[in-house]
């Protein structure tokens, strides 16, 4: 069981590495280790969730625990009925982009709160594997629920369109089409990949992987559609292309979201510590404040309570939303941005271009045996920039900056560059690849 615990979710192969017996063990150690009374249950729609499902609510039931089945939904959908629903916890099953014979859990407290590694994960694992959890007298109960019209009505109050934009979805035959199933009649859209299959027929459901977005770009100058939004496989992420059909970078977009939002007053808005310079520069020139983060939705998550911040985005295309209970909608952003093309009534890559002002090397990742001597020279090299270690190690200098990072999943260093110029971009880039890889 040991391999399928991660930092922030519990991962792997069906049905070699987890089925319906696994799921029910670790139904049984949330609520021991939670003490849940009473947890919601959402599922993609890899054909393997349903018995997962069986599995895991069994254990929860066992337990004493009462258990709402969502039925099929995307994850923001698991966290709105998590808070809506006033349940002590929730749990997504799901394994989000990667591939179909793949699928896992995502666990929440109550108030979509995560339970990571660090949190939680580590505890319930223990207790699976030992099945030390106590003997229930009086199972719970189970019960359905759909949580669809309800959040329908929730993404549609943020509205503020004055057209029907024409937008091209990429649903990579997942949860997308149920993420946005309650707002479709606000666009004209043009779908690609729009029937649930598991199996990922056309192409895997990670917008990270730029090659992924080849067909909706294709499709946005085709049709001459105002933007594209292309899902991952449980929809808590969402690559987005402008009217060209160029790629927005994912920081870049949280600049975007950045400006509807402080449109309607002040707020904290945070985003993570790989982001363009340009992100923060635009949240305080739209009278936003603006604060940094490590990289991790959990992280994210408990650093937006503590600092009452209305949004977050991450590069990797997740963003955070204070009215969802703090946790992912991308319903929402595809509305927020829409609401900001209406507003300027400008198009998208007008919009996206004065934030296009610095140059990055993207994430670049290195495989290294050893971190530590690495990290050090870094560290030793770089002391004259304004050192900080949030997340890794980042330095600042008046023209560019760099962090680099061990993975929280793989051993591996990630660094990100960002400068003035191409050439300075280029050049530092090279310099830390030589002292990280030797």
Same mark, same amino acid.
């Given at each position: 069981?040991?391999?399928?615990?991660?930092?922030?979710?519990?991962?792997?192969?069906?049905?070699?590495? =987890?089925?319906? $017996?696994?799921?029910?063990?670790? @139904?049984?150690?949330? =609520?021991?280790?939670?003490?849940?009374?009473?947890?919601?249950?959402?599922?993609?729609? *890899? %054909?393997?969730?349903?018995?997962?499902?069986?599995?895991?609510?069994?254990?929860?039931?066992?337990?004493?625990?009462?258990?709402?089945?969502?039925?099929?939904?995307?994850?923001?959908?698991?966290?709105?009925?998590?808070?809506?629903?006033?349940?002590?916890?929730?749990?997504?099953?799901?394994?989000?982009?990667?591939?179909?014979?793949?699928? @896992?859990?995502?666990?929440?407290?109550?108030?979509?709160?995560?339970?990571?590694?660090?949190?939680? =994960?580590?505890? =319930?694992?223990?207790? !699976?594997?030992?099945?030390?959890?106590?003997?229930? $007298?009086? %199972?719970?109960?189970?019960?359905?629920?759909?949580?669809?019209?309800?959040?329908?009505?929730? &993404?549609?109050?943020? !509205?503020?369109?004055? *057209?029907?934009?024409?937008?091209?979805?990429?649903?990579?035959?997942?949860?997308?089409?149920?993420?946005?199933?309650?707002?479709?009649?606000?666009?004209? /859209?043009?779908?690609?990949?729009?029937?649930?299959?598991?199996?990922?027929?056309?192409?895997?459901?990670?917008?990270?992987?730029?090659?992924?977005?080849?067909?909706?770009?294709? +499709?946005?100058?085709?049709?001459?559609?105002?933007? @594209?939004?292309?899902?991952?496989?449980?929809?808590? *992420?969402?690559?987005?292309?402008?009217?060209?059909?160029?790629?927005?970078?994912?920081?870049?977009?949280?600049?975007?979201?950045?400006?509807?939002?402080?449109?309607?007053?002040?707020?904290? /808005?945070?985003?993570?510590? *790989?982001?363009?310079?340009?992100?923060?520069?635009?949240?305080?020139?739209?009278?936003?404040?603006?604060?940094?983060?490590?990289?991790?939705?959990?992280?994210?998550?408990?650093?937006?309570?503590?600092?009452?911040?209305?949004?977050?985005?991450?590069?990797?295309?997740?963003?955070?939303?204070?009215?969802?209970?703090?946790?992912?909608?991308?319903?929402?952003?595809?509305?927020?941005?829409?609401?900001?093309?209406?507003?300027?009534?400008?198009?998208?890559?007008?919009?996206?271009?004065? &934030?296009?002002?610095?140059?990055?090397?993207?994430?670049?990742?290195?495989?290294?045996?050893?971190?530590? %001597? /690495?990290?050090?020279?870094?560290?030793?090299?770089?002391?004259?920039?304004?050192?900080?270690?949030? $997340?890794?190690?980042?330095?600042?200098?008046?023209?560019?900056?760099?962090?680099?990072?061990?993975?929280?999943?793989?051993?591996?260093?990630?660094?990100?560059?960002?400068?003035?110029?191409?050439?300075?971009?280029?050049?530092?880039?090279?310099?830390?690849? +030589? &002292?990280?890889?030797?």
């Amino acid at each position: 069981m040991s391999g399928i615990f991660k930092a922030y979710d519990i991962r792997g192969v069906y049905p070699a590495d =987890i089925n319906a $017996d696994i799921a029910e063990a670790i @139904g049984r150690a949330y =609520i021991e280790f939670t003490g849940a009374k009473k947890v919601v249950v959402g599922r993609d729609m *890899r %054909p393997h969730s349903q018995p997962l499902f069986e599995g895991l609510s069994r254990g929860m039931l066992a337990q004493g625990a009462d258990v709402i089945d969502l039925g099929l939904c995307s994850t923001p959908m698991s966290y709105f009925a998590n808070g809506t629903l006033k349940a002590d916890g929730s749990v997504m099953i799901t394994a989000s982009h990667n591939p179909g014979e793949w699928n @896992g859990f995502k666990l929440c407290r109550a108030n979509a709160v995560p339970i990571s590694g660090a949190t939680g =994960i580590m505890d =319930i694992q223990k207790i !699976a594997e030992a099945k030390s959890w106590k003997k229930c $007298d009086r %199972p719970g109960k189970l019960s359905s629920y759909d949580i669809a019209p309800e959040y329908g009505k929730f &993404l549609r109050s943020f !509205a503020k369109m004055d *057209r029907k934009l024409k937008v091209v979805v990429d649903y990579a035959n997942a949860m997308g089409l149920y993420e946005i199933a309650g707002i479709t009649d606000l666009f004209d /859209i043009v779908p690609l990949y729009d029937t649930l299959d598991g199996t990922f027929p056309n192409h895997e459901a990670n917008p990270l992987h730029l090659a992924t977005l080849d067909a909706i770009r294709a +499709k946005v100058k085709e049709v001459g559609a105002d933007f @594209g939004a292309a899902f991952d496989g449980d929809a808590d *992420r969402c690559g987005f292309i402008d009217d060209r059909g160029e790629i927005i970078p994912m920081d870049l977009f949280t600049a975007l979201i950045a400006q509807d939002i402080l449109s309607n007053g002040p707020a904290t /808005i945070l985003y993570d510590l *790989r982001s363009s310079r340009a992100v923060p520069e635009c949240i305080r020139e739209n009278g936003g404040k603006a604060i940094q983060s490590r990289v991790g939705h959990a992280f994210i998550k408990a650093q937006m309570r503590e600092n009452d911040a209305v949004f977050a985005g991450e590069l990797s295309g997740h963003y955070y939303f204070k009215q969802n209970f703090t946790a992912e909608s991308q319903g929402l952003a595809m509305i927020m941005l829409s609401n900001l093309i209406c507003k300027k009534n400008k198009p998208l890559h007008e919009l996206v271009q004065p &934030l296009r002002k610095y140059f990055s090397s993207g994430e670049i990742n290195s495989t290294v045996a050893d971190v530590k %001597p /690495i990290l050090d020279a870094i560290r030793k090299k770089y002391a004259d920039g304004n050192m900080y270690e949030l $997340d890794g190690i980042s330095s600042e200098y008046p023209n560019w900056w760099f962090n680099v990072r061990s993975s929280n999943t793989e051993p591996l260093l990630r660094l990100i560059v960002e400068a003035d110029t191409q050439q300075l971009m280029e050049e530092k880039r090279d310099e830390l690849l +030589k &002292l990280i890889r030797g």
